[in-house]
């Protein structure tokens, strides 16, 4: 599973509070902990007005890079802030996100073009989010013809289904499901992935329902989350659902995790 650490972000509002406050400790330290909870991408988001974007994406960047050597996953919905971004960081990571909305992809799959940078895309277009998986199955095939057009081999492409609220849905997650089905089998190396949060808006006991969504999701192709890898519980269970999805050859994924102790301390 392709983890992308999600705590160093302006839109959480301890977060957004020690970025305001220039806490430098504060930072460092979400670094140092999703370095050691083995995440594989630190996501980066300023979640600041786009005047201050560019400088306070470079002063997080570069405490995250004294901490962790992991690839940045570079967050903004503004496609212009990436050309610049990108060169604060020592390796290359990743630009989330783009999508067939506006100008997005012009403005971003040029500056990752000749590059060995990945991409979040979006499965969304000038109609906003759209509502069935046949429409956003048509916006995954236009994302793909882009990047064949700028050379973009679709392994670098992360591919997000939009998740909207459960307990406004009609059909539970089977449009997700549908979207993600039909996406592996039109392309099979792209990758899926997701946030969890925003499936489990306005119910109690949040922490279920985000768990059931990504196990169900890995069941039919998701290979990687937007996630908090320190959460022990969620992460014990993605490694358990990759090892009875038959991705982890004989455990030793999951032991090595249960050995490293990343499932914290076990009762049972």
């Not at 509070?17 to 630190?42: C, D, G």
């Not at 560019?54 to 503004?78: A, M, R």
Request: charge should be negative; hydrophobic fraction near 45%.
């Amino acid at each position: 599973m392709i983890i992308i650490g999600e705590k160093i972000n302006g839109s959480i509002p301890k977060t957004g509070a020690a970025i305001a406050e220039r806490n430098e400790k504060f930072i460092r330290n979400l670094a140092k902990k999703q370095t050691a909870a083995k995440a594989s991408y630190l996501d980066v988001c300023a979640s600041v007005s786009p005047e201050k974007e560019i400088e306070t994406l470079k002063w997080l960047v570069d405490l995250v890079q004294q901490e962790s050597d992991l690839p940045i996953c570079l967050d903004s919905p503004n496609p212009n802030v990436f050309a610049e971004a990108i060169k604060f960081c020592k390796k290359p990571g990743m630009i989330n996100s783009i999508s067939m909305e506006g100008d997005k992809i012009a403005k971003a799959f040029p500056v990752i073009a000749d590059t060995e940078w990945n991409c979040v895309a979006l499965l969304c277009d000038n109609s906003g989010i759209p509502q069935s998986a046949e429409q956003r199955i048509n916006v995954f095939k236009d994302i793909l013809k882009k990047a064949g057009e700028y050379k973009i081999d679709p392994s670098r492409l992360f591919i997000d289904p939009v998740v909207e609220m459960l307990c406004t849905s009609e059909d539970g997650i089977a449009k997700i499901i549908e979207t993600i089905k039909a996406v592996k089998e039109i392309c099979p190396d792209v990758h899926i992935t997701s946030g969890a949060s925003n499936i489990s808006f306005n119910l109690p006991m949040r922490k279920f329902v985000n768990r059931s969504f990504i196990i169900l999701c890995m069941g039919v192709g998701m290979d990687s989350a937007i996630i908090d890898p320190t959460n022990e519980d969620l992460l014990a269970l993605i490694y358990a659902a990759e090892a009875l999805l038959g991705k982890d050859e004989m455990c030793m994924e999951y032991i090595g995790a249960y050995r490293d102790g990343l499932f914290g301390e076990v009762k049972a």
